[in-house]
């Protein structure tokens, strides 16, 4: 299931087919619209006993939109419009399918509603690990095929999935239980602080808006903070990053959230001035002449030690950061069953992954500072 360094949001990932939509008879005027500062894949509608959510980019490209309605327990739904999903508040049991979904739940104090989830192993959080190993937890298989069976034993009140396009059976399967399913995309959000604003998409779930709100301010205010603090350095340290599979080098495009962090951390990224918001495949020829000398090298794909990416390609050791041993890696910190915490936490903290790359970069202003995600291969 690993592949290479800036495609990993896109490794458990399944799609979606919707039964016909559920449709009713007199909406109300909306009371106000939720303030988002930097996610742009959802909005939130406030009505009067109701709010509805509304993905606007399920996945990238997609030309369809979804619309959920929330409605407070006892509080007649309105009926004049259609609605991909109804949910009664307040939830009591969610299943949630990616990793990136835990650190929400946890921040708002909601991870005892956790019921499901598909491959277990993935998980790196020691606090829901330890609900796992109690049993408060089910298997479900994997993304693409979950095991049905189970998921209608569990009843949840939702299913939260994501997807990178329209067609997969399994949700089909899951709808046609009568299961709410919805779609999260924090994933397809093109910068740090738009995939941890997605934190407001549970925070409505569970009627905490207010906590999400709390939760995020903070996390945008340390990272805008660090951002300022990186600003004062005098020096911009070029930086690679990613690493050659099956003898082709991927690397984040210059509008990446990867991209942004480096650029935010006020280092030099050398593809910065490509465009796009997923990876750049290369062959090693092209890498090497362009960052053979760069001052760092973050992110080398699935690599933890230097010998280990010596024995896989020995053309490393000609890069300049490799010889200078100054080569880091997030991929040494895993949970007990081998989930890399980073895939996990980091699009919910990014406040963290850019004190950790300003750690690296410019360490003299956080001399104090322990890294998080990052350590240095040796």
């Given at each position: 299931m690993r592949i290479p360094f800036f495609l990993i949001f896109l490794i458990l990932v399944y799609a979606s087919c919707k039964e016909p939509k559920r449709t009713s008879s007199s909406e109300e005027q909306v009371i106000r619209f939720e303030e988002l500062k930097h996610a742009k894949g959802f909005s939130i509608s406030h009505f009067e006993g109701y709010k509805t959510v509304t993905i606007t980019n399920p996945w990238p490209g997609a030309e369809e939109e979804f619309t959920y309605l929330?409605?407070?327990?006892?509080?007649?739904?309105?009926?004049?419009?259609?609605?991909?999903?109804?949910?009664?508040l307040?939830?009591?049991?969610?299943?949630?399918?990616?990793?990136?979904?835990?650190?929400?739940?946890?921040?708002?104090d909601v991870s005892?509603?956790?019921?499901?989830?598909?491959n277990l192993n993935y998980i790196s959080s020691e606090a829901t690990r330890k609900r796992i190993d109690a049993g408060?937890?089910?298997?479900?298989?994997?993304?693409?095929?979950?095991?049905?069976?189970?998921?209608?034993?569990?009843?949840?009140?939702?299913?939260?999935?994501?997807?990178?396009?329209?067609?997969?059976?399994?949700?089909?399967a899951?709808?046609?239980?009568g299961i709410p399913v919805l779609y999260n995309a924090d994933w397809t959000e093109t910068t740090p602080l738009g995939k941890a604003e997605w934190i407001k998409f549970f925070g409505v779930l569970f009627g905490k808006e207010k906590r999400a709100d709390s939760i995020f301010n903070e996390i945008e205010s340390n990272y805008l903070a660090a951002k300022e603090l990186a600003g004062s350095a005098v020096e911009k340290p070029t930086v690679l990053s990613g690493a050659m599979y099956q003898d082709v080098w991927y690397?984040?495009?210059?509008?990446?959230?990867?991209?942004?962090?480096?650029?935010?951390?006020?280092?030099?990224?050398?593809?910065?001035?490509?465009?796009g918001t997923g990876s750049i495949s290369l062959n090693l020829e092209a890498v090497l002449?362009?960052?053979?000398?760069?001052?760092?090298?973050?992110?080398?794909?699935?690599?933890?030690?230097?010998?280990?990416?010596?024995?896989?390609?020995?053309?490393?050791?000609?890069?300049?950061?490799?010889?200078?041993?100054?080569?880091?890696?997030?991929?040494?910190?895993?949970?007990?069953?081998?989930?890399?915490?980073?895939?996990?936490?980091?699009?919910?903290?990014?406040?963290?992954?850019?004190?950790?790359?300003?750690?690296i970069l410019h360490p003299n202003l956080l001399p104090e500072y322990e890294f998080y995600f990052f350590n240095k291969l040796e």
């Open positions: 929330l409605s407070e327990k006892g509080t007649k739904a309105p009926t004049s419009r259609e609605y991909d999903a109804i949910i009664e307040p939830i009591t049991s969610i299943v949630v399918t990616s990793t990136t979904h835990i650190p929400s739940l946890e921040m708002l005892s509603a956790l019921v499901g989830f598909p408060a937890i089910k298997e479900l298989g994997k993304n693409e095929a979950i095991n049905t069976e189970v998921l209608i034993d569990l009843n949840p009140d939702v299913v939260v999935t994501f997807a990178v396009d329209g067609g997969n059976k399994t949700v089909d899951i709808e046609k239980t690397l984040p495009q210059g509008d990446s959230w990867a991209a942004q962090l480096i650029e935010d951390a006020h280092g030099e990224y050398l593809w910065h001035d490509s465009e002449e362009k960052a053979q000398h760069a001052d760092y090298w973050i992110g080398p794909g699935q690599f933890t030690g230097l010998q280990q990416m010596l024995e896989k390609h020995s053309v490393y050791a000609e890069f300049e950061a490799f010889q200078q041993k100054k080569v880091y890696s997030f991929t040494t910190n895993k949970g007990a069953t081998g989930g890399v915490l980073y895939y996990e936490l980091a699009p919910n903290r990014p406040d963290l992954v850019l004190q950790d790359m300003i750690k």
